[in-house]
């Protein structure tokens, strides 16, 4: 079969695609909020915006084929986007309609649970099973982090080994600086089969101003 990257799939289409032995993935360039309210099973968030390009190199395979799901008027856009960063033979076509018509085909949807930092701090002491996981750099974990939060960078998640780290009990509780990488983040781990996550909505930005987290720097970031 042939495949142009501006093809218009129907919902049928894609689901049917998608059943073909994980030759298909669909990458959902909405906005964080959007995906985290609802996407396709099985989708990998890489939103729209300055970083794209980046996170597509450094997350997508390119033995798969790509469905794009995107805000109203972006497929070619995003489809651009996508050629930029080398996968212009990987792109099948985009879901026509978007999001909005996967819901009323009727088909299954998944989504991630926003949580505020303000929760977090009342479950931290509660929690035996709470694991943060913080997916920012290292430079920006050093200069300040949530005490005993796991360091992942969102570039190195995909690694088995890293995977491997978290239980099947554990409570996982994501975060980046302002939510962007966190959501991708949980979209990998749902991928994986984590389905016991939750995304602190804000990230960073908003953890460090919360009262009952306890924050600690490196030693080497101390003024």
Not at 156 to 165: F, G, R, S, T
Not at 205 to 217: A, N, S, Y
């Amino acid at each position: 079969m042939l495949y142009s990257n501006t093809s218009a799939l129907t919902a049928r289409q894609v689901g049917d695609w998608l059943q073909d032995n994980g030759r298909f993935i669909v990458v959902d360039a909405r906005s964080a909020a959007a995906f985290a309210e609802g996407f396709i099973p099985g989708s990998l968030f890489i939103g729209q915006g300055e970083h794209f390009v980046e996170w597509a190199v450094n997350l997508l395979d390119t033995d798969k084929k790509i469905i794009l799901v995107t805000p109203p008027g972006k497929e070619e856009a995003c489809s651009g986007l996508l050629e930029h960063a080398g996968f212009k033979a990987n792109v099948a076509g985009y879901l026509e309609g978007g999001f909005e018509a996967w819901k009323e085909a009727g088909k299954a949807i998944d989504m991630i649970i926003d949580v505020d930092a303000g929760e977090l701090a009342m479950d931290i002491p509660f929690d035996d099973n709470l694991v943060v996981v913080d997916v920012r750099h290292p430079v920006e974990y050093a200069e300040g982090h949530v005490q005993n939060a796991l360091n992942i960078p969102l570039a190195e998640l995909k690694d088995p080994l890293n995977m491997a780290q978290f239980d099947e009990r554990d409570n996982l509780y994501l975060h980046s600086a302002k939510g962007y990488r966190s959501v991708i983040a949980a979209s990998l781990l749902k991928l994986q089969g984590y389905n016991n996550l939750r995304n602190i909505a804000g990230g960073w930005e908003i953890i460090k101003h919360t009262k009952g987290i306890p924050i600690v720097k490196e030693a080497g970031a101390l003024n």
